[in-house]
Structures are given as C-alpha cells and as structure tokens.
C-alpha cells in the first residue's frame, strides 16, 4: 500500500522520529478524526476511503472549501502533491 510505519518508543523517551513523526501530531490527528467520524455512527470498511480523502480535504483547506476545490479533488487535479514515500 506505500506506507511508511514510523514507530516511536515512548517507554524510552522518544516523542519524535527524524525530526518529523512527532507522536502529539498522530495523537492530534486521531482525535480529530475520531470527532469528525462520530457523527456518522459508524462507516462501512469498504467505504473508509472515502471519508479518509472527504477528511484530508477538509484539513487542507482549513474548513474553507469551494466546490471548485471538491471538483478538482475528485478528478484528481488538485494543487496540493501527495507525499508518497516508502
């Protein structure tokens, strides 16, 4: 799948990973992910993808999002590059 697992050792102390993998950023995410979800009780497996990108595209554009930003999204022309790393 192209992910990159990063563990980070908290019994020994270590918080961050390569100057990068902060584990206060993973617990950010997770939280706000797990808010955002809950108003949908529950998601099917088969469609979590989806509310993964609907998610991602709210947090790039900080809540301010046009339907022109969702359709360039969509057809994946959208401005932002990816990181995809191994």
């Known amino acids: 799948m192209g992910i990159t697992h990063r563990p980070v ?3 020994a102390g ?3 990973v390569a100057g990068v993998y902060h584990v206060q950023n993973v617990n950010a995410y997770d939280s ?5 979800m809950r ?6 497996t088969r469609y979590l993808g ?3 990108g609907w998610r991602r595209l ?3 554009h900080d809540r301010n999002i046009s339907p022109a930003d969702f359709l360039r999204a969509t ?3 959208d401005r932002v590059q990816h ?3 191994t």
Do not use: P, S
């Open 75 to 77: 057809l994946g022309i």
């Open 83 to 85: 990181a995809m790393g």
């Open 58 to 60: 709210i947090e790039r």
């Open 50 to 52: 989806n509310y993964l």
């Open 14 to 16: 270590q918080r961050v």
């Open 32 to 36: 706000r992910l797990k808010e955002w």
């Open 39 to 44: 108003r949908f009780h529950g998601v099917a």
């Open 9 to 11: 050792n908290l019994t």
